[in-house]
Structure formats: C-alpha cells, structure tokens
C-alpha cells in the first residue's frame, strides 16, 4: 500500500497535518525541525529534530503496540512523516508522573527528583489560547471533553498502561521516565488510540547514572545539548529495542 500527500490542513507548533489523497478517513502528519516551549513563547530548531521524534516515537509506539495499547498508526514514511488514522481528540492532555518535577513541582513547592509513590495521573485542558490549564474531574465533564465519569476513568487507566510500558522500556535503556504528556482520540466507534506523538518533546527523561536531562528541559531551561540528548534517546532505544531504522 502506498500513500499520497495531499493539500495541507495544518501548521502545528511540532508538526505539519496534510490530507492522504483518496482517504479522508486519514492523517499525513510531518513532524518539523522547530522546538518551541511556553505555549511556543520560546521558539528554536535543530537540523533532524523532526527525523529524530519521528523515529522514537515509532520505536515506543510499536513497543507499545506489542503490549497491547492500540495506537492511531497506521503506516511510517521515514525519515519525518507517518501516515495516521485521523481521530476526533480528546480536547484533554493526559500527564502521568512517575516522580515530582515540572509544574506539578513548582506548584506544591517539592524540589524536584521526588518518587511518587504511585504513578499521579493529571488532565489539562487542550487550549493554546487559555495556555492548556490543568483541569479537575468534574470541570473536565463540565467542558465536555469527555460524556461520563466513566470516559475520564477510561483515560486514566489508559495513561496507566502507557506509563507502564513506557517506565520499564526507558529503564531498560538506563533512563528514569519521570513525566510524559500523551493526547488521544476516538474513531467512529468512540474506541480510544493513542495519538500525536511520544518523544523527548513530551517527555521528561533523566539518564539513571547521572541524572542528566535528555529531553526538552534542555531546550525550556537553556541547558544545552539538546540535539545531543534527543539523538542519545533514539541509540538507546534502538538498540534496547533491537532495532535499526524504524
Ligand atoms: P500543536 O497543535 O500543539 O501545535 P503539533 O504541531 O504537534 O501540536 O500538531 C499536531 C496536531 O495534530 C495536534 O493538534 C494534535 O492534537 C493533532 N493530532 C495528532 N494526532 C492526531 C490524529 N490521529 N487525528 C487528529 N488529530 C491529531
Ligand atoms: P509540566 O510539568 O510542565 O506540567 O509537564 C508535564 C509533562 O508534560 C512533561 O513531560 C512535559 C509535557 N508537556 C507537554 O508535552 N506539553 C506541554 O504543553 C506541557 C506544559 C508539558
Ligand atoms: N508544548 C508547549 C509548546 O510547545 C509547551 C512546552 O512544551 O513547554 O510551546
């Protein structure tokens, strides 16, 4: 099966959507060289970086899959696009925290690097203009974003099960998965895939040896290394998951 780029739809913040030519139930999605942070206050770029997330995110997807999480895949064009199936989303941001940093940190006034004791799942209203703030259970259904407490339990056990493949592949790789940031979308049927992407953009993740930062707080803190640090994510994924170019 081969597919066609067609006209584009969107320019995101990470990357560009087109339409697939003949199939309207489908998502061109090209992942860009640009980084921004701060609801893209801060803005900046590296040569590959769009080659690199497109690529770890198909390694954790396909990792994922094998696990039984049904993903909105539906065919990779490397080296920086993928062919999806194109959802309704969920206007809600799923976070998962496996140890205290970010804003969840800054908030309760807890230096970062603290274990949780369980993974703390958290839900944030999908609004650039509003700056996606975090939401609560019931104002989650107040806005709609979901019918039932029952869908809101559904995306809870689903950012569960991410977090439980994602920890134990990035520990395999020597890396602690402090955080991450997954959207997901319903098909017709109303069943629910993982969407978007799964990378150091999304991410926090901390090499287990040094503690050193491998993910987009090198960017959002000014830190440097951040091309190094994604290309470091892709090798040690590749080769903790055996693969060569996906
Ligand atoms: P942003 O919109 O925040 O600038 P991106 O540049 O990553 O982010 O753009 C990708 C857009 O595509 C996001 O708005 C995301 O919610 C949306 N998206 C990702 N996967 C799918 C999908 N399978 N179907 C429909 N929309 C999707
Ligand atoms: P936070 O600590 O800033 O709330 O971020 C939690 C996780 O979510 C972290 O891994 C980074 C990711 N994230 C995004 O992917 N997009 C965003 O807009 C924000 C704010 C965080
Ligand atoms: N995702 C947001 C942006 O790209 C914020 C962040 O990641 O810090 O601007």
Request: charged letters at 35%; proline letters at 3%; a neutral charge.
């Amino acid at each position: 099966m081969s597919y066609k780029k067609g006209k584009e739809i969107y320019d995101g913040k990470a990357k560009k959507l087109f339409d697939v030519v003949g199939h309207p139930e489908l998502l061109w999605q090209e992942f860009k060289d640009s980084l921004t942070a701060f609801n893209a206050q801060k803005r900046g770029s590296f040569e590959q970086k769009g080659a690199l997330n497109r690529e770890i995110s198909a390694l954790l997807y396909e990792e994922l899959e094998s696990k039984g999480v049904t993903t909105h895949r539906v065919m990779e064009i490397p080296p920086t696009a993928i062919v999806t199936k194109k959802l309704d989303m969920v206007k809600l941001e799923v976070v998962v925290r496996n140890i205290l940093a970010g804003s969840t940190a800054k908030k309760f006034g807890i230096e970062e690097g603290k274990p949780l004791e369980a993974p703390l799942v958290e839900f944030y209203y999908k609004d650039d203009a509003l700056a996606d703030p975090f939401v609560s259970d019931d104002q989650a259904l107040m806005l709609k974003t979901v019918r039932s407490k029952a869908e809101l339990d559904e995306l809870r056990s689903f950012g569960l099960k991410v977090n439980e493949v994602l920890k134990s592949t990035m520990e395999r790789a020597g890396i602690d998965l402090v955080d991450f940031k997954i959207e997901v979308g319903r098909d017709a049927d109303r069943r629910l895939y993982l969407a978007d992407e799964i990378s150091p953009d999304c991410c926090r993740l901390w090499d287990k040896v040094t503690g050193q930062k491998m993910d987009k707080d090198r960017f959002r803190r000014d830190l440097g290394g951040v091309e190094e640090a994604y290309r470091e994510v892709c090798v040690r994924l590749k080769s903790t998951l055996k693969k060569g170019s996906v």
